[in-house]
C-alpha cells in the first residue's frame, strides 16, 4: 500500500528554472515531512524537512510548502543548477508509542540542463 | 565523525543462493533501519533495529531478516534468493528518526 504518492517520475528543467515536485499523503497521523536527496552511487542524504503546523519552510534554495488541509506537500528548488540533478524522495513519519517509521514516495528523478 | 558503512557494495548472487550484507552505523547512534530501494518501488522499509531488537517490521516475505549487535552493528539476511530481489540495499542508522543517515548501499544482482 504506496501512503505516499510522489510525481512527477521524472523531471528535466533548464538552468534557473524551478522544479516543483508533489507529493501527496493519506494518513493524517503523519507528523513529519523530510525531503532527500540521492546522487547515483550514493545513499539518500536528508535534504529539508517540514513539520505539519508550519506551511512553509525555506532553507537556501530548497522551499518545502504544505497544505495540511489537502494533505500535499512540495519541493521547490530556486535557481536551480546542474548540480541539483539527483533523484529526490518525499517522506512521511508516523509515531506510534515511540517506533517511528518514515515511509517514502517512488522518487523524482530531476535533471537540470545547462 | 565516520559514516555509515556497508558491505560489500557489490554482490552477484545465483537464485537460491543466500546473502548477509552488514552494515556498520554512525557511532552513537543505536537505531539501524534496512530499505530495498529499485527503480518501479522506491525505498521499500524492510525492518529497524534498536538496542539489538526489531522494533518494525515492513511487509517483506520471512526470507528477509535481520539482527543487531550489542556494538549496534547489524546485518540482513535474504535467503532462497529469487530474481525479484536483485536491488540496492540501503542501511540508515539515527538517534531518531527526524534524521535517518544512509549508507551507499548494497547493489545485489541475482542471476
Known amino acids: 500500500q504506496q501512503q505516499v504518492k510522489q510525481s512527477p517520475q521524472s523531471l528535466i528543467v533548464q538552468k534557473g528554472g524551478i522544479p516543483i515536485i508533489n507529493c501527496a499523503y493519506e494518513?493524517?497521523?503523519?507528523?513529519?515531512f523530510p525531503w532527500y536527496q540521492q546522487f547515483p552511487g550514493k545513499g539518500p542524504a536528508l535534504l529539508i524537512a517540514?513539520?505539519?503546523?508550519?506551511s512553509e519552510k525555506k532553507e537556501g534554495r530548497f522551499t518545502i510548502s504544505f497544505n495540511k488541509s489537502a494533505k500535499q506537500f512540495s519541493l521547490h528548488i530556486m535557481d536551480s543548477q546542474p548540480g541539483d540533478s539527483a533523484t529526490y524522495f518525499c517522506?512521511?513519519?508516523?509515531?506510534?508509542?515511540?517506533?517511528?517509521?518514515?515511509?517514502f514516495g517512488t522518487g523524482t528523478r530531476l535533471t537540470i540542463i545547462p | 565523525k565516520a559514516g555509515v558503512t556497508q558491505t560489500p557494495r557489490y554482490l552477484i548472487k545465483t537464485r537460491g543462493q543466500q546473502v548477509t550484507l552488514s552494515c556498520s552505523p554512525i557511532s552513537g547512534h543505536r537505531s539501524v533501519s534496512w530499505y530495498q530501494q529499485t527503480p518501479g518501488q522506491g525505498l521499500q522499509f524492510l525492518f529497524e533495529y534498536f538496542s539489538e531488537t526489531q522494533r518494525n517490521k515492513g511487509n517483506f516475505p520471512g526470507r528477509f531478516s535481520g539482527r543487531q549487535f550489542s556494538n549496534s552493528r547489524s546485518e540482513m539476511n535474504v535467503s532462497t534468493l529469487e530474481l525479484g530481489d536483485s536491488a540496492l540495499y540501503l542501511c540508515a542508522s539515527s538517534l531518531r528518526t527526524d534524521t535517518q543517515y544512509f549508507g551507499p548501499g548494497t547493489r545485489l544482482t541475482v542471476l
Open positions: 517522506a512521511a513519519r508516523i509515531s506510534n508509542f515511540g517506533n517511528e517509521k518514515l515511509t
Open positions: 494518513n493524517t497521523a503523519f507528523d513529519y
Open positions: 517540514i513539520r505539519p503546523d508550519v
